[in-house]
């Protein structure tokens, strides 16, 4: 499978099993549509959350939801196309003095748009624990749980500005790994795939936490769909 394939294929599929068959989020699965970043007209699209905007209280408040995922999450989608359309005009007029402007821009609007769309699917409202591929995967590569969990969160807290923490299989070594982002697209590593990342600009968190940054990592600790992180990484393996 192409990695852009999985990238689109993939952002929501292991979600379904923890919601009732009725959800907004099972339907969209079944319909194949919330997973979809590009358009068959090479158009990236943002999809509609997969639950209401109050499904993660108290963990994330609805305004907050709303408003990440609207002019965030939409801004970077709005942004992407842009950044593409201007690379497109370059190549037509044969113009290339701000291209290197243009692809810098793309890396970080779509980069944007990637991490927001696993984000979103990565969350539930009900606690529930690794297990299968996954749970070996994460004592493969960290021991237990419990160690994977303290490493997310520390990096997850402590990425310098904004940017993300992210729980990635890195098919060069066959193990998890965990990065700290900065903004959506530095300090990565080739080939790896992620599988859970939490957002922590500020926009994610401020309207509930203030600056109290831990304090909304760990409540996303809690709030893991792992289901869906263990659907990811089984895709990846079948690409690696």
């Not at 209401?52 to 709005?78: I, Q, R, S, W």
């Not at 493969?140 to 490493?151: E, H, I, V």
């Amino acid at each position: 499978m192409e990695r852009r394939k999985f990238i689109q294929n993939s952002m929501i599929i292991g979600g379904a099993s923890i919601l009732p068959t009725s959800s907004v989020l099972a339907q969209s699965v079944e319909q194949g549509v919330i997973d979809k970043l590009m358009d068959e007209n090479g158009n990236f699209v943002q999809a509609a959350l997969p639950y209401a905007n109050n499904f993660l209280e108290p963990c994330m408040d609805e305004e907050t939801l709303y408003l990440h995922h609207t002019f965030h999450h939409g801004g970077a989608v709005k942004g992407a196309n842009k950044d593409l359309e201007m690379i497109n005009k370059a190549m037509e007029e044969g113009n290339y003095d701000l291209v290197e402007h243009w692809t810098g821009k793309l890396s970080y609007h779509f980069s944007s748009h990637i991490l927001h769309s696993i984000f979103w699917t990565n969350l539930t409202n009900k606690k529930n624990d690794p297990k299968g591929t996954l749970l070996k995967y994460i004592e493969k590569s960290f021991g237990t749980l419990d160690n994977l969990k303290a490493l997310l969160g520390k990096v997850s807290k402590s990425v310098e500005s904004s940017g993300w923490g992210i729980l990635a299989y890195q098919p060069f070594t066959d193990r998890l790994t965990v990065l700290g982002c900065a903004d959506h697209q530095k300090l990565t590593q080739w080939g790896c795939i992620p599988i859970l990342v939490i957002d922590v600009w500020e926009h994610a968190y401020y309207l509930t936490y203030r600056n109290r940054r831990g304090e909304f990592v760990d409540c996303v600790m809690d709030i893991i769909n792992w289901d869906n992180v263990a659907q990811r990484l089984d895709i990846a393996l079948k690409i690696r």
